[in-house]
Nanobody, 121 residues
Framework: QVQLVESGGGVVQAGGSLRLSCVASRSIADFNTMGWYRQVPGIQRELVATISRGGSTNYRDSVRGRFTISRDNAKNIVYLQMDSLKPEDTAGYYC???????????????WGLGTQVTVSS
């Protein structure tokens, strides 16, 4: 079983920065894609950023240019650097790891328990 543990959340003023970390219990090179998602109670979880095994990145429009996702394969950690934070970035942030099999029935995904980010105005 895979465990993902997030850390780095907290309370920060608007315009501030935080760096989230996601530590995996096994080599992150095993995963096709890793990503960060966020969720506000009562609203569907949304993609924030993803990074592929090859290093390709993808961001939701509202965070592009402010957030940076990166990975350290030697430490099995994925980071989310969040700069110029806004109150609307307030949410629980969750790490996800995906394995893509030869067919969809072999696809797997794993989630961490999340870390809370609160941005005050």
């Amino acid at each position: 079983q895979v465990q993902l543990v997030e850390s780095g959340g907290g309370v920060v003023q608007a315009g501030g920065s935080l760096r989230l970390s996601c530590v995996a219990s096994r080599s992150i090179a095993d995963f096709n894609t890793m990503g960060w998602y966020r969720q506000v109670p009562g609203i569907q979880r949304e993609l924030v950023a993803t990074i592929s095994r090859g290093g390709s990145t993808n961001y939701r429009d509202s965070v592009r240019g402010r957030f940076t996702i990166s990975r350290d394969n030697a430490k099995n950690i994925v980071y989310l650097q969040m700069d110029s934070l806004k109150p609307e970035d307030t949410a629980g942030y969750y790490c996800k790891a995906e394995v893509h099999g030869l067919s969809p029935k072999y696809d797997r995904e794993y989630w961490g328990l999340g870390t809370q980010v609160t941005v005050s105005s």
